[in-house]
């Protein structure tokens, strides 16, 4: 028992001096530590006993290092915490001597903004005083240019009126010669009109007589090409007429007295450019015939003299019946 009790004592000893170096040299504690009490001579005593005297040296034991750890635990918060308060400490400083340095520069930055805007007020104060004083001597300038001009224009003046006056004396000069050769001219002219009146009386008269015979000539020569127009047109449809009835088969439902009239559009080469129908007979069949006939020829016959083709067969109406 005195064994057991020395050897837990020595333990705690042990146990608190190196707590105060745990921090930097610290070892895990053993994992178990087991004791036995030899005795060379047995005491009387019940079995409960020895049996529970190991135990309850182990359970001390085991408190012990729980109260070691938690010591050593908290000592290592507690560095934790002081380092942990003095690198707060120095961060303050730091942003203290930061912001310190900052608030330096901004009034360096400052006093160089005051010193520029000093400057500048200086160099606009300068600045104003020099256009002054230059608008001052383009206005004295200026007045000298226009007192001059206004010499310069007077002086022109003066010579234009002089140069006027002597333009009007030689302009009323020239009028009265013009004038003069006017009169002249006119009277001249006047004798002139007198005798191209008289010839063109008598050229007049010669050319009514020559515009009438003209006219008789052309009127006549109306006549004959009108007529000759007219033969060409009625030998020409009668052509027309002849080509179209050998190519026109009329159906057996014929009947005499059926007359159908068709308008055709033709071109100066004859040939048929559009067909319509005027006048209807009545009978479907028989009109038909009648179309079909008239598309069937590729080119009609028609005169070479253009009039006459404008005239009479640009567009006309031909009439079929049986009896032709």
């Avoid at 915490?81 to 360096?108: G, H, N, T």
């Amino acid at each position: 028992m005195a064994f057991s009790v020395g050897l837990h004592l020595s333990i705690l000893v042990i146990a608190i001096s190196g707590w105060s170096w745990s921090s930097s040299n610290y070892e895990p504690p053993p994992r178990s530590i087991s004791a036995r009490l030899i005795s060379p001579e047995p005491r009387p005593a019940s079995a409960v006993t020895e049996v529970d005297q190991p135990d309850e040296a182990e359970k001390r034991l085991v408190e012990d290092r729980k109260l070691v750890e938690q010591q050593r635990e908290v000592e290592q918060q507690r560095k934790i915490e002081e380092q942990k308060k003095k690198q707060e400490a120095d961060a303050r400083v730091q942003q203290q001597a930061e912001q310190k340095r900052e608030e330096q520069v901004q009034e360096k930055a400052r006093a160089q903004a005051e010193n520029k805007a000093q400057a500048a007020e200086a160099a606009k104060l300068k600045a104003n005083a020099e256009a002054k004083e230059l608008a001052r001597q383009k206005t004295e300038q200026q007045a000298e240019r226009e007192r001059q001009e206004v010499k310069r224009k007077a002086e022109e003046q003066k010579q234009l009126e002089e140069q006027r006056k002597k333009a009007e004396a030689e302009r009323q000069k020239r009028e009265k010669q013009v004038q003069d050769q006017a009169e002249q001219k006119r009277v001249e002219a006047e004798r002139r009109l007198r005798e191209q009146n008289l010839k063109a009386l008598a050229q007049q008269a010669t050319d009514a007589e020559a515009d009438q015979a003209r006219i008789s000539q052309q009127a006549a020569a109306a006549s004959a090409q009108e007529a000759q127009m007219l033969t060409d047109a009625e030998k020409y449809q009668e052509l027309i007429r002849a080509r179209v009835t050998e190519v026109w088969y009329y159906p057996s439902s014929t009947t005499e007295g059926m007359k159908v009239q068709l308008q055709l559009s033709l071109l100066p080469t004859g040939e048929l450019t559009g067909v319509t129908l005027v006048r209807g007979s009545g009978n479907t069949a028989f009109d038909n015939s009648a179309l079909s006939a008239v598309r069937s020829l590729n080119r009609y016959p028609v005169p070479n003299d253009r009039d006459t083709f404008e005239r009479y067969f640009r567009r006309f109406t031909i009439e079929f019946t049986p009896s032709r």
